[in-house]
Every structure is written in structure tokens, then in C-alpha cells.
């Protein structure tokens, strides 16, 4: 497979996760093609390994992560609502959505990245082992630790029906 097919076929889910992994879309565009120019540079070394993808997909991790340790990264911009829309509507349930992304994108490099491997881009333990460049146990112990986080942390609206 030749880098302009690679990237036509898989750019798309790459500039996906990124976004998932950063939260921000266009950081994540910055970090895919920052990763994606140093990939072409090596694409003969990364086309001869046996999964590419897990190459380049371990290299958009590690330059997020990379990105983070950068003193000049440490600005983030928040959005805080004065109040908390009504549950029940459009505005409430996006405001959990916002509220729960909040929480991911606080959870350490590793255990997000783990999350959105895991649920976002539907890999299995080993692949993301392979991306991490850890053990299959490690990966599920980053899971449990980060949904362990999220669900303490994540105040879950009232279905219609429930008593208080």
C-alpha cells in the first residue's frame, strides 16, 4: 500500500481519534498531520511492518502525549455554565455529554487513550496493547481505573419514571 493510499483509506479515522484523544478538532487536525509528515518520511520502514495502522496509530498517541508535556501546551480554554439546563431536553443531554468528555479529556494520557481505543475505535485489548506498547493486563487496569474515575465522578440524570 502506497502513504497516499494509506492516508486516503485511513485519514479520516485517524483525524478522529486524534480529535477524540485531544478534544479539541483543530488540534487534532494539527497532530495528524504533524504525525502523518513524519510517517511519509518512513512510510517504506512503517508499509514493511505487519499492521501500519498500529504503527501510525501509536505514533498519534505518543504525539499527543508528547504535546502535553510541552510547557507552552499548558493553556486550556474551559467553558463553565452558569446554570445547568433542565433535564430531559436536547440542551440537558448535551449538557451531560459536555459534562462527560470534561471528565475524559481530565483523565490521564494513557487511561483516555485506552478509553477511546477501547470504545471509540472498537479495538481489542492486544491491539491496543501493540499501540501503547504495553500488556493486554495493563490496558484493561488503565480501563477499569478510568470508567472507576468516571463513574464516581459523573452525576447520571433521573430517568422520568425513578422515585429520589
Known amino acids: 500500500m502506497t502513504f497516499e493510499e494509506y492516508v ?22 494539527d497532530l495528524t498531520q504533524d504525525v502523518l509528515a513524519r510517517a511519509y518520511l ?3 520502514t512503517i508499509a514493511r511492518a505487519d ?22 501546551s499548558r493553556e486550556l480554554a474551559t467553558a463553565e455554565f452558569a446554570e445547568r439546563a433542565a433535564r ?4 440537558g443531554e448535551a449538557a451531560d455529554r459536555d459534562e462527560m468528555w470534561r471528565l475524559i479529556r481530565a483523565l490521564p494520557d ?9 470504545y471509540y475505535e472498537d479495538l481489542d485489548d492486544t491491539t491496543i496493547a501493540q499501540i ?4 493486554p493486563v495493563t490496558v484493561r487496569t488503565h480501563a477499569m481505573r478510568a470508567l472507576t474515575h468516571l463513574r464516581e465522578r459523573f452525576v447520571a440524570p433521573a430517568t422520568n419514571g425513578s422515585r429520589p
Request: hydrophobic content about 40%; proline content about 3%; aromatic content about 6%.
Open 8 to 29: 486516503s483509506s485511513r485519514g479520516p479515522a485517524l483525524v478522529r481519534l486524534a480529535r477524540l484523544l485531544t478534544g479539541d478538532e483543530h488540534r487534532a487536525e
Open 42 to 44: 518512513r512510510w517504506r
Open 88 to 91: 430531559g431536553d436536547l440542551g
Open 132 to 135: 501503547l506498547d504495553c500488556s
Open 110 to 118: 494513557r487511561q483516555r487513550a485506552v478509553l477511546v481505543l477501547r
Open 51 to 72: 499492521r501500519p495502522d498500529v504503527y501510525v496509530r501509536r505514533m498519534l498517541v505518543n504525539a499527543n502525549t508528547s504535546w502535553w508535556r510541552r510547557r507552552s
